[in-house]
């Protein structure tokens, strides 16, 4: 079994950074995708970002289009934990932030494919 804590939310302005983190219990960490999804109030939960690792020097990383060239996916193997570092960010980007985890390799935007989650932690971004 795989637990997963997430750390980091908060109420930031427009424009401001913010980084989450994700730190996993149990399982081997390193073989495992990991993703951030976010689900906004009315919304359905939606894929921000994807992370795989070969093992080796790749690594594989997939974002959604909404958040391409602002959000950035990173893992620490050692510390079995993930990150989402979020750089200009837009009220849309308002919403409770889960950190999720597939056991095994290959980039998935899928919920389905992921088998643990985290609790959620809350991002607000005011305008």
């Known amino acids: 079994q795989v637990h997963l804590v997430e750390s980091g939310g908060g109420l930031v302005q427009a424009g401001d950074s913010l980084r989450l983190s994700c730190a996993a219990a149990?399982?081997?960490?390193?073989?495992?995708?990991l993703g951030w999804f976010r689900q906004a109030p009315g919304k359905e939960r939606e894929f921000v970002a994807s992370?795989?690792?070969?093992?080796?020097?790749?690594?594989?990383?997939d974002y959604a289009e909404s958040v391409q060239g602002r959000f950035t996916i990173s893992r620490d193997n050692p510390k079995n934990t993930w990150y989402l570092h979020m750089d200009s960010l837009k009220s849309d980007d308002t919403a409770v932030y889960y950190c999720?985890?597939?056991?095994?390799?290959?980039?998935?935007?899928?919920?389905?494919?992921?088998?643990?989650w985290g609790q959620g932690t809350q991002v607000t971004v005011s305008s």
């Open positions: 149990g399982g081997t960490f390193s073989t495992m995708t």
């Open positions: 999720a985890a597939k056991v095994g390799t290959g980039l998935t935007r899928l919920k389905k494919e992921y088998h643990y």
């Open positions: 992370h795989s690792w070969d093992g080796g020097n790749t690594d594989f990383v």
